[in-house]
Structures are given as structure tokens and as C-alpha cells.
């Protein structure tokens, strides 16, 4: 069946490091990929996406690219900032299926200290 | 443009006791989601609907029930809750279930509601 592995968290990071979340996933056909954010006390928000192999989703200095060969969507940013303090969910789409609906990742909570 | 609206925010629930969850979306979109978010755990698919008439199960559909009579509205309802019900419940809509569109969104959330049952 489908489903999404991402890195457990806590993640804590200072102000300007560099973050990388790990997320594979195991899918039939080709499915799209997304990376959705959640801020406290908040409703999901899509981040980003990428619908096809090697595709590069970007959105407010996020970036994932969508590989095909080791089933990643593994998501990026160079600098972070204490605002980015959220949970991250990894997730995706698979349209070969009866109908499409979103399969998550279990979400990694960023933490980012000035 | 209101989005996805869910009511209540937070509700306390005692064992035993019904309610139901409200969601309306105003975007004329076809499909509607309920999800279930457990503590440190990604959400679960409870029920969710291609058009109004139409519903179906999703992965954790026991304790629930939902309807669509129309469009815009697609309540949850729990008919005897019991504590493994305690969990944070998003509603969802998208235009479609089967396409992606080329920018923005595809699917939308509400802001969640927070439910405890005791």
C-alpha cells in the first residue's frame, strides 16, 4: 500500500542553521508529493509540491525535490528562522488508486531558537 | 473568502454523549474530507465525500457517521464517544479528488477542531 516515513522529531535548531527533514515513501504508480506545514494553534497549510519525477517544489526559502530512484521528497532550508518553528508534514497523493486522497507522514516538530 | 469553516474550536465531551461537528466551505468544491490528528501522529482519513449524496469510509471510520445534503456542508457526527476519540478533527475540501491543479492549493483545510472527551 502507500504510505510516508519522515524523520522523527523533535527537531531544535538555532536561528540561520541549515534544516533537512527526511521523508521517503512507498507508492504504487507515481504520486504526487507535498510537503504541508502546521503552526500552532493552526489549520494545515500547504508549503510545497511536485507532481512528476525531479520535479523542485520551493515556497518561502522550503525546497523538496521529488526522487524517483530512492523514493524521497526530502525537504530544505538553508537559514532558518524562528517564525519556521512548526510541524512539518510529509505526504502524498497516489491517483492510481479508486480515489485520491492525501496519505500523511506521522510530522516532524521543528523548533527554532534565536 | 472564508475557506474551510469548522465549529466548534474545542468542545469537552463526556463519555457517552453525541455531537456533531460542523464544516461548510464556500468554494463550491465537490470533495470533503474529516481527519483525525492523535498526538504525534499524522492524521487518519475518517470519512469523506465525492459530491453531495455521496460519502464514503476512510481509514478510521468507527464511532463516526456523516452526511452531505448539499454542497457547501458536511458534518461529523459522533453518536457515543468514548476517550479514544479525544483527538484534534480537521475538515477538508478540493475541487477534485482525481487532478491536481497547476498553482495554489489543492486541498484545504479548516483550522481544526480540539475535542476531549472525559
Known amino acids: 500500500g502507500n504510505s510516508v516515513t519522515q524523520m522523527e522529531g523533535p527537531v531544535t535548531l538555532s536561528e540561520e542553521a541549515f534544516l533537512t527533514i527526511n521523508c521517503t515513501y512507498t507508492a504504487t504508480g507515481y504520486p504526487s508529493l507535498f510537503w504541508y506545514v502546521q503552526y500552532p494553534g493552526e489549520g494545515l497549510q500547504l508549503l510545497l509540491k511536485a507532481t512528476k519525477a525531479d520535479d523542485k517544489g520551493s515556497n518561502k526559502g522550503f525546497e523538496a525535490t521529488y526522487r524517483k530512484e530512492t523514493t524521497s521528497f526530502h525537504l530544505e532550508k538553508g537559514s532558518v528562522q524562528v517564525s519556521d518553528s512548526a510541524v512539518y508534514f510529509c ?20 523548533s527554532v531558537k534565536p | 473568502n472564508a475557506g474551510v469553516t469548522q465549529t466548534p474550536k474545542f468542545r469537552i465531551l463526556k463519555i457517552g454523549q453525541s455531537m456533531t461537528l460542523q464544516c461548510t466551505q464556500d468554494m463550491n468544491h465537490n470533495y470533503m474530507y474529516w481527519y ?13 465525500s465525492v459530491g453531495a449524496g455521496i460519502t464514503d469510509k476512510g481509514e478510521v471510520p468507527n464511532g463516526y457517521n456523516v452526511s452531505r445534503s448539499t454542497t457547501e456542508d458536511f458534518p461529523l457526527r459522533l453518536e457515543l464517544a468514548a476517550p479514544s476519540q479525544t483527538s484534534v478533527y480537521f475538515c477538508a475540501s478540493s475541487p477534485t479528488g482525481t487532478a491536481i491543479t497547476l498553482s495554489g492549493n489543492t486541498i484545504y483545510f479548516g483550522e481544526g477542531s480540539w475535542l476531549t472527551v472525559v
Open chain 1, 91 to 110: 505526504a502524498l497523493v497516489n491517483y492510481g488508486g479508486s480515489q485520491g486522497n492525501l496519505i500523511f507522514g506521522k510530522g516532524t516538530k521543528l
Open chain 2, 36 to 48: 483525525r490528528q492523535d498526538p504525534g501522529m499524522g492524521l487518519k482519513l475518517i470519512y469523506y
